[in-house]
């Protein structure tokens, strides 16, 4: 069973920027097979490992209903739906990508969100690290993809509303009874330190920050991934520091 880091916050505060860097920093580092969960049905995540937006998962689900003669005889729709996962959406290359999209056709949810989630809890199975970057907030982290989690990332900035909703997930996490073994606070595009006030207030444990980093925002801005930051790149020196707090 691979190990789960599920990177969750307010929208904004630089979800997928995280969850980008840590897979390029599981890549180049633990030489593991690292799967990356786009969860953001506003998905960016892939452009920022250098991928092309492929299908999602929900676009594929929505063909299928719309025409269920494309499912072989003798084969469940359950069944169709996680070959056709397994051949078409995980691209197999340094890392895997898996992007879930949101069905957008009519149907049942809850028969999507469980499909969805015993597919994810078999695939996860096959690697050693699964990133799952959130939509923001919460609620569809418990209902879409996975009830666990060894680590949950809540990114805040520095502010009182930041870190209050912050908070507010934090809560979330328990009252939704998702079984995270450790929840940290990170604050991106941060000024402050570790002992400051407000973290404190936070009651969430504080594992580190990011500074705002010119580098990260030009190659947003340009639509470029974020493996050509160069090696002087503030965000990825905090990042190689997250990691190996996380994995010594
Ligand atoms: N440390 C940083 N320094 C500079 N720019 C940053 C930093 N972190 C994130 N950004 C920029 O801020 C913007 C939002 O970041 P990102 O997309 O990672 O946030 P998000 O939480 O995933 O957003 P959403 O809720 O929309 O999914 C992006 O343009 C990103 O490049
Ligand atoms: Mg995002």
Redesign the pocket.
Same mark, same amino acid.
């Given at each position: 069973m691979g190990y789960i880091i599920a990177v969750c &916050? !307010?929208?904004?505060? &630089? !979800?997928?920027?995280?969850s980008s860097l840590i897979v390029n920093w599981l890549i180049k580092n633990k030489k593991a097979r690292v799967l990356a969960v786009d969860a953001?049905p506003?998905s960016?995540l892939a452009i920022n490992l250098g991928f092309k937006p492929k299908a999602s998962i929900g676009g594929m689900l929505d063909e299928v209903s719309k025409n269920p003669s494309v499912i072989p005889q003798g084969m469940s729709k359950p069944e169709y739906i996680e070959y056709r996962i397994q051949t078409e959406m995980v691209e197999a290359d340094s890392f895997d990508i898996l992007v879930m999209g949101r069905p957008e056709g009519p149907g049942c949810y809850c028969y999507v969100n469980n499909l969805l989630r015993d597919i994810v809890k078999k695939l996860v199975k096959s690697y050693d690290y699964i990133v799952v970057?959130n939509?923001?907030g919460l609620e569809h982290l418990s209902r879409r993809t996975m009830r666990q989690a060894d680590t949950v990332l809540i990114?805040s900035d520095d502010t009182s509303v930041g870190l209050r909703s912050a908070r507010r997930i934090f809560d979330l996490i328990k009252e939704l009874d998702i079984k995270a073994n450790k929840s940290f606070l990170v604050l991106?595009?941060s000024n402050i330190s570790a002992d400051n006030k407000e973290i404190k207030e936070s009651g969430i444990e504080y594992l580190d920050s990011?500074?705002?980093?010119?580098e990260?925002?030009e190659?947003?801005i340009k639509g470029r991934p974020l493996s050509e930051l160069s090696s002087g790149s503030t965000?990825l020196k905090s990042i190689e520091r997250i990691c190996r707090k996380l994995w010594p």
């Open positions: &916050g !307010k929208g904004g505060t &630089g !979800k997928t920027t995280i953001d506003n960016n970057d939509e923001a990114v991106n595009r990011l500074p705002s980093d010119q990260v925002l190659l947003s965000a």
